[in-house]
């Protein structure tokens, strides 16, 4: 029997406010514990909230950017549950009616665009942090002791439709969800430092059906790799235990990233009811026309915007044009070099290959990397002049982001600089001859395409340098006489 | 709509209420007794009426994003049942 | 002089006749002397009260006499739910017995600025649930007419203070006739304004969408001279409202000439104390004297407004009371094994029996498979009572009706039963749940307990409610009563 995925992922991330949800306290990390904390994000008895435009204002970003319909209004409610680390007792969350609904994100998954639904788009506050005691989990510890510095942190939540097939597409929109609310300035996007959280919820179906199976949520993962990771453990759960005549219950499961497993809560789960009820310390919030396109019109060129530009305006392929759109850095890095070498296609593919490769070899961003659209420029420019030859200037472009210095300084450093005098190169031309008769014998006898051969002895003689249309002329100049 | 002793129960532990035993039976005279006489809200036709959360309708109050440094830090400390290293300590977390 | 109002010992300081220390002392001494038999206060605030009156005397010597604040140097009583940074406020409940807030509720901080001498935190009943203060999780308060019997509630240390004399005012805090109903009982005015007027900051609060502050004092002006203080935009409440705010003194008109006035059908029929009544209808009758114009009205969903508010109130109030965990403030039980022990016991211990009672109902109301029918059904129905109110006032100026069914009744009278003790608010409940302001004055006694006529004006149309009021007052005495202790 054949197996289909079906994910949907909850995202929370951290808006980049300066001070926090519902109160002034500052939301920057790594304070003292208790120390970025008032009455209010503590819960005194009689405080009261008031929201934060910014806050807002970030998550209609948010949703403009992901295609959403902003609502005419939305509410905050109050979600109960009791915990130690959520001082009142409640979280304020968007239940009922959210701030925004029905958008979607593209991703790329193995050269196809895929359009995963946004199901809604709504604010929330964050919890403290509770560590525990006498033992590295929850379970076992001897105490624990609440933090509230993190308490009331503006988070958005941003739920998917069951849209996406496997494993690998949820890293995929995980990664481009979170390029997205870099480029738009929302949130740091760092999911190893928290600001972008995710769980997601699994099931698995016969391949046809149009019935979802019994899901599973799961927690906890810290990374991209680790969703991945998690969701492959669990698809792969749910298919064995399904080809088993077995079946799965519907459950919350932990992601142990040490031993890439997933396990369910020991003991019985108690059934949640949150008893959400409209928050009545607060009013609804209502963007009116006005409001959202001030804000629109501040967020400039989406990326979807810009990616079609790109199409339209430098041809090029609609793959490029998401790749490079994907990080605003590169994006913008690749549109600086286009104004000084209107050679878009040429460009784009040293930003995707070369480039983009020793970035990620290493874990860089375009920014932190050493190098200008300037130096890609001329780079591209000296081949063109025949200076280097095109693949001389992958090693100089090496060179020059490992070293940061010029591409000039580099090329002339290791005398790289292509051989284009006739001189010269007729002289090893002629030694490359006396060295090979059999294949001069060959070419002589007709057999004319073995002149590539050729071509490539002399350059392994000269190292790469030796111009190759040159070393050809020259080639064929001496063998035909 | 009469409702259970299992009921009482399950709305106490959803509110975290340790109650006795003679609570527990009074609750579900009591609370029966009360919802008794909520039941006669069934009776109103509110199909076409929208609720009211607030009695005074207002909308988008909101504050600038401005960092308001707290004073009393120490004093909300002060009050904790239990303090260790600057943070609330509490009993062992078992589900 | 304790006996004396506001606006007369305001006329006495500033002359110097008297200074604040005086005044603050006389007060003291009489909490000293009466508060054995009234137990009106959870916490007296001997030596701060005087380290204020001090600084209000010497505020009144330096200051010209046009710029002394109207309340600089006059004792006053703030009921225990509104946070004093430093000074105990145990709502009181067993849960915040030792509870010290780290921060001044947006009143406390206008009574203070506008020189007003603190002298304690009033007793109510625990979290402001209940009729009759007889639910305070500390200790009950008597009402001054007659010690058999409550000062009613929640806010009866408030009115039992003012009625004693042993404040000159009080602040209260009104959920469904919390402020009103112990005005009633103790034979003093007390004041809800409309919802958003006074700022919630610092409140500890029982119902969010229903509560609102107000004054409790010994006659309207000084009601009016508390509003003033009292009321006002507060950034720091999202519900409270940004609209100007007139000066309350200048609503004090005695003429109420064609004054269109609507008195509800339904709070004069059955179920209301016959002598009870018969007051209402003197004070009807003396107010057509006066010409007003009396007109029947009909609220047909009132007959519906205490179920909906024993919905909507404990709802919230179950989410309003989860913070009181033991986790950051006030009781913790001993017994706390592990988390959920500490839970349930510290909760347990903490709270008494009506408080659970509506932590249970109200979570009940909102869980899963209720919602709909209970707490979504009871919000609905808020809106038909809005509407009521909508109709009647595009016809009256203010509406009229007893404050209560009944005088106030005796200790344990209603304990048993608590669905009777929730359908004797029926008079004061629906003004909560539409939001709009409403007075309760003497007008009355029975059986040497007083009654109060309730007035019910537009939403912030405190002005004409005041009007109405002052006018009644002025032209009869019941205000001027003394309870002998
Ligand atoms: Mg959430
Ligand atoms: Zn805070």
């Given at each position: 029997m054949?197996?289909?995925?079906?994910?949907?992922?909850e995202?929370?991330?951290q808006?980049?406010?300066?001070?926090?949800m519902?109160?002034?306290c500052?939301?920057?990390?790594?304070?003292?514990p208790?120390?970025?904390?008032?009455?209010?994000?503590?819960?005194?008895?009689g405080?009261?909230p008031?929201?934060?435009?910014k806050?807002?204002?970030?998550?209609?970003?948010?949703?403009?950017?992901?295609?959403?319909?902003i609502?005419?209004q939305?509410?905050f409610?109050?979600?109960?549950?009791?915990?130690?680390?959520?001082p009142?007792?409640?979280?304020?969350s968007?239940?009922?009616?959210?701030l925004?609904?029905?958008?979607?994100?593209?991703?790329?998954?193995?050269?196809?665009?895929r359009?995963i639904?946004?199901?809604?788009v709504h604010?929330?506050?964050?919890?403290?942090?509770s560590?525990?005691?006498?033992?590295g989990?929850?379970?076992g510890?001897?105490?624990?002791?609440?933090?509230?510095?993190?308490?009331?942190t503006p988070?958005?939540?941003?739920?998917s439709?069951?849209?996406?097939?496997?494993?690998k597409?949820?890293?995929?929109?995980?990664?481009?969800?979170?390029?997205?609310?870099?480029y738009?300035?929302v949130?740091?996007?760092?999911?190893?430092e928290?600001?972008?959280?995710?769980?997601?919820?699994?099931?698995?179906?016969?391949?046809?059906?149009?019935?979802?199976?019994?899901?599973?949520?799961?927690?906890?993962?810290?990374?991209f790799?680790?969703v991945?990771k998690a969701?492959?453990?669990e698809?792969k759960r749910?298919?064995?235990?399904?080809?088993d005549?077995?079946?799965?219950?519907?459950?919350?499961?932990?992601?142990?990233?040490?031993?890439?497993t997933?396990?369910?809560?020991?003991g019985?789960?108690?059934a949640?009811?949150?008893?959400?009820?409209?928050?009545?310390?607060?009013?609804?919030?209502?963007?009116?026309k006005?409001?959202?396109?001030?804000?629109?019109?501040?967020?400039?060129?989406l990326?979807?915007?810009?990616?079609?530009?790109?199409?339209?305006?430098?041809?090029?392929?609609?793959?490029?044009?998401?790749?490079?759109?994907?990080?605003?850095?590169?994006?913008d890095?690749?549109?600086?070099?286009?104004?000084?070498?209107?050679k878009?296609?040429?460009?784009?593919?040293?930003?995707?290959?070369?480039?983009q490769a020793?970035?990620?070899?290493?874990?860089?961003?375009?920014k932190?990397?050493?190098?200008?659209?300037?130096q890609?420029?001329?780079l591209i420019?000296?081949?063109?002049?025949?200076?280097?030859?095109?693949?001389?200037?992958?090693?100089?472009?090496?060179?020059?982001l490992?070293?940061?210095?010029?591409?000039?300084?580099?090329?002339?450093?290791?005398?790289m600089?292509?051989?284009?005098?006739e001189g010269?190169?007729?002289?090893?031309?002629?030694?490359?001859?006396?060295?090979?008769?059999?294949?001069?014998?060959?070419?002589?006898a007709?057999?004319t395409?073995?002149?590539?051969?050729?071509v490539?002895q002399?350059m392994?003689?000269?190292?790469?340098?030796?111009n190759?249309?040159?070393?050809?002329?020259?080639?064929?100049?001496e063998?035909?006489? | 709509?009469a409702?259970?002793?299992?009921d009482?129960e399950?709305?106490?532990?959803?509110?975290r209420l340790?109650?006795?035993?003679?609570?527990i039976?009074?609750?579900?005279?009591?609370?029966s007794?009360i919802?008794?006489?909520?039941?006669?809200l069934?009776?109103?036709?509110?199909?076409?009426?929208?609720?009211?959360?607030?009695?005074?309708?207002?909308?988008n109050?909101?504050r600038?994003?401005?960092?308001?440094?707290?004073q009393?830090?120490?004093?909300i400390?002060?009050?904790?049942p239990a303090?260790?290293?600057?943070?609330?300590?509490?009993p062992r977390?078992?589900? | 002089m304790?006996?004396?109002?506001a606006?007369?010992?305001?006329?006495?300081?500033?002359?110097?006749?008297i200074?604040?220390?005086?005044?603050t002392?006389?007060?003291l001494?009489?909490?000293?002397?009466?508060?054995?038999?009234?137990q009106?206060?959870?916490?007296?605030t001997?030596?701060?009260a005087?380290?204020q009156?001090?600084?209000?005397?010497s505020?009144?010597?330096?200051?010209?006499?046009?710029?002394?604040?109207?309340?600089?140097?006059?004792?006053i009583?703030?009921?225990?739910n509104m946070?004093?940074k430093?000074?105990?406020?145990?709502c009181s409940?067993?849960?915040?017995?030792?509870?010290?807030?780290?921060y001044n509720?947006?009143?406390?901080?206008?009574?203070k600025?506008?020189?007003?001498?603190i002298?304690?935190?009033?007793n109510?009943?625990?979290?402001?649930?209940?009729?009759?203060?007889?639910?305070?999780?500390?200790?009950?308060?008597?009402?001054?007419?007659?010690?058999?019997?409550?000062?009613g509630?929640?806010?009866?240390?408030?009115?039992?203070?003012?009625?004693?004399n042993?404040?000159?005012?009080?602040?209260?805090?009104?959920?469904?006739?919390?402020?009103?109903?112990?005005?009633?009982?103790?034979?003093?005015?007390?004041?809800?304004?409309?919802?958003?007027?006074?700022s919630?900051y610092?409140?500890?609060?029982?119902?969010?969408?229903?509560?609102?502050?107000?004054?409790?004092?010994?006659?309207?002006t000084d009601?009016?001279?508390?509003?003033?203080?009292?009321v006002?935009?507060?950034?720091?409440?999202?519900?409270?409202?940004?609209?100007p705010?007139?000066?309350?003194?200048?609503?004090?008109?005695?003429?109420?000439?064609?004054?269109?006035?609507?008195y509800?059908?339904?709070?004069?029929g059955?179920?209301?104390?016959q002598?009870?009544?018969?007051?209402?209808?003197?004070?009807?009758?003396?107010?057509e004297?006066l010409g007003?114009?009396?007109?029947?009205v009909?609220?047909?969903s009132?007959e519906?407004?205490?179920a909906?508010?024993?919905?909507?109130?404990?709802?919230?109030?179950s989410s309003?009371?989860?913070?009181?965990?033991g986790v950051?403030?006030?009781h913790?039980?001993?017994?706390?094994?592990?988390?959920?022990?500490?839970?349930y016991?510290?909760?347990?211990?903490?709270?008494g029996?009506?408080?659970?009672?509506?932590?249970?109902?109200g979570t009940?109301a909102?869980s899963?498979g209720?919602?709909?029918?209970?707490?979504?059904k009871?919000?609905k129905v808020?809106?038909?009572?809005k509407?009521?109110f909508?109709?009647?006032f595009?016809k009256y100026?203010?509406?009229?009706?007893?404050?209560?069914?009944?005088?106030?009744?005796?200790?344990?009278?209603?304990?048993a039963?608590?669905?009777?003790?929730?359908i004797?608010?029926?008079?004061?409940?629906?003004?909560?749940l539409?939001g709009l302001?409403?007075?309760s004055?003497?007008c009355?006694f029975?059986?040497?307990?007083?009654?109060?006529?309730?007035?019910?004006?537009r939403?912030?149309?405190?002005?004409?409610?005041l009007?109405a009021?002052?006018t009644y007052?002025?032209?009869?005495?019941w205000?001027k009563?003394?309870?002998?202790?």
């Amino acid at each position: 029997m054949s197996y289909e995925t079906v994910i949907g992922l909850e995202t929370h991330a951290q808006l980049a406010t300066e001070s926090k949800m519902f109160c002034g306290c500052p939301t920057k990390f790594g304070a003292k514990p208790n120390t970025n904390i008032c009455p209010v994000c503590t819960g005194q008895p009689g405080v009261l909230p008031v929201t934060n435009k910014k806050a807002i204002e970030l998550a209609i970003k948010t949703a403009i950017a992901l295609n959403c319909k902003i609502e005419p209004q939305s509410v905050f409610a109050r979600k109960n549950y009791f915990y130690p680390d959520l001082p009142k007792g409640y979280q304020v969350s968007q239940y009922e009616l959210p701030l925004a609904t029905n958008g979607h994100l593209e991703i790329e998954v193995g050269g196809n665009i895929r359009k995963i639904g946004i199901i809604r788009v709504h604010l929330e506050e964050d919890a403290g942090k509770s560590i525990h005691q006498g033992a590295g989990r929850i379970l076992g510890s001897a105490s624990s002791l609440i933090d509230y510095n993190r308490t009331g942190t503006p988070l958005i939540e941003i739920v998917s439709e069951p849209d996406i097939r496997s494993p690998k597409e949820a890293a995929v929109f995980m990664q481009a969800l979170a390029n997205l609310l870099q480029y738009i300035g929302v949130c740091d996007a760092k999911m190893e430092e928290g600001s972008l959280r995710c769980d997601a919820n699994l099931s698995v179906r016969e391949r046809g059906s149009s019935e979802f199976g019994v899901r599973t949520e799961l927690k906890n993962m810290n990374s991209f790799k680790a969703v991945e990771k998690a969701l492959l453990f669990e698809e792969k759960r749910h298919t064995e235990v399904l080809a088993d005549g077995g079946k799965i219950s519907q459950e919350t499961r932990f992601f142990d990233d040490t031993t890439n497993t997933t396990h369910g809560m020991r003991g019985k789960e108690e059934a949640h009811d949150y008893r959400y009820f409209p928050e009545p310390d607060l009013v609804p919030v209502a963007p009116d026309k006005k409001w959202v396109e001030a804000i629109r019109s501040a967020l400039g060129e989406l990326p979807e915007e810009r990616k079609n530009r790109f199409i339209a305006n430098h041809r090029l392929s609609s793959n490029d044009a998401f790749l490079l759109i994907s990080q605003r850095a590169t994006a913008d890095f690749f549109e600086e070099c286009v104004i000084l070498l209107n050679k878009p296609k040429i460009i784009a593919n040293w930003i995707l290959g070369d480039l983009q490769a020793y970035l990620n070899a290493r874990n860089l961003t375009i920014k932190q990397a050493n190098f200008s659209p300037v130096q890609l420029v001329e780079l591209i420019q000296l081949i063109d002049k025949g200076t280097i030859s095109g693949k001389i200037a992958k090693t100089v472009l090496i060179k020059v982001l490992e070293t940061g210095n010029s591409v000039k300084d580099v090329i002339a450093e290791s005398g790289m600089t292509q051989m284009s005098d006739e001189g010269t190169l007729v002289k090893i031309v002629q030694s490359v001859l006396a060295a090979n008769p059999k294949q001069v014998e060959q070419y002589k006898a007709g057999k004319t395409t073995i002149i590539a051969f050729l071509v490539g002895q002399v350059m392994k003689e000269t190292k790469g340098r030796a111009n190759p249309g040159l070393a050809n002329k020259i080639l064929k100049q001496e063998l035909d006489t | 709509m009469a409702i259970t002793k299992k009921d009482v129960e399950h709305v106490a532990k959803l509110a975290r209420l340790g109650l006795s035993e003679e609570e527990i039976e009074l609750f579900t005279r009591q609370l029966s007794a009360i919802l008794d006489f909520a039941g006669s809200l069934q009776k109103l036709d509110t199909k076409n009426i929208l609720p009211t959360s607030h009695a005074i309708p207002m909308k988008n109050v909101l504050r600038e994003d401005k960092v308001v440094t707290c004073q009393n830090t120490e004093d909300i400390l002060a009050n904790a049942p239990a303090e260790e290293d600057h943070m609330f300590r509490v009993p062992r977390i078992i589900e | 002089m304790n006996k004396k109002t506001a606006h007369e010992l305001n006329n006495l300081l500033v002359n110097k006749k008297i200074s604040s220390v005086e005044l603050t002392k006389a007060v003291l001494d009489r909490i000293d002397k009466t508060e054995g038999k009234v137990q009106a206060y959870v916490t007296v605030t001997r030596e701060d009260a005087l380290k204020q009156a001090k600084a209000a005397d010497s505020r009144i010597s330096e200051l010209p006499d046009t710029r002394i604040p109207l309340l600089t140097g006059i004792p006053i009583a703030i009921k225990d739910n509104m946070c004093t940074k430093g000074v105990l406020t145990t709502c009181s409940s067993k849960i915040l017995a030792n509870y010290i807030p780290p921060y001044n509720a947006t009143v406390v901080e206008k009574i203070k600025a506008a020189g007003a001498v603190i002298v304690g935190k009033a007793n109510m009943d625990e979290f402001a649930m209940g009729s009759s203060t007889e639910n305070s999780g500390l200790h009950p308060t008597y009402n001054p007419w007659d010690l058999e019997r409550v000062p009613g509630g929640s806010s009866g240390g408030s009115a039992a203070a003012v009625a004693a004399n042993e404040c000159i005012l009080a602040t209260g805090s009104d959920t469904g006739g919390s402020i009103r109903q112990p005005a009633s009982f103790c034979g003093v005015v007390g004041f809800k304004p409309t919802y958003g007027r006074v700022s919630r900051y610092g409140l500890i609060a029982f119902a969010s969408s229903l509560d609102q502050i107000g004054p409790l004092t010994k006659d309207v002006t000084d009601t009016a001279i508390l509003m003033n203080v009292l009321v006002g935009y507060d950034p720091k409440d999202s519900t409270s409202v940004n609209q100007p705010v007139p000066d309350y003194q200048k609503a004090l008109i005695d003429n109420v000439k064609n004054l269109k006035i609507g008195y509800i059908k339904e709070l004069l029929g059955q179920g209301i104390d016959q002598e009870v009544k018969a007051s209402i209808e003197q004070a009807m009758k003396k107010l057509e004297e006066l010409g007003a114009k009396l007109i029947e009205v009909s609220m047909p969903s009132f007959e519906h407004a205490v179920a909906t508010y024993y919905l909507i109130a404990p709802a919230e109030a179950s989410s309003n009371l989860a913070r009181y965990d033991g986790v950051k403030f006030g009781h913790r039980s001993k017994e706390a094994k592990d988390l959920l022990t500490m839970y349930y016991n510290t909760r347990r211990e903490g709270f008494g029996a009506e408080v659970k009672r509506r932590i249970m109902l109200g979570t009940y109301a909102l869980s899963a498979g209720y919602y709909d029918a209970y707490y979504l059904k009871a919000l609905k129905v808020r809106t038909l009572i809005k509407q009521d109110f909508d109709r009647a006032f595009m016809k009256y100026d203010v509406l009229l009706s007893p404050t209560a069914p009944s005088i106030a009744f005796k200790f344990g009278e209603k304990t048993a039963d608590p669905l009777a003790m929730y359908i004797s608010d029926i008079a004061t409940i629906p003004i909560n749940l539409a939001g709009l302001p409403a007075i309760s004055l003497p007008c009355g006694f029975s059986k040497k307990a007083p009654i109060g006529l309730q007035i019910i004006g537009r939403a912030f149309d405190e002005e004409t409610v005041l009007r109405a009021a002052f006018t009644y007052e002025q032209n009869t005495d019941w205000h001027k009563q003394i309870p002998e202790l």
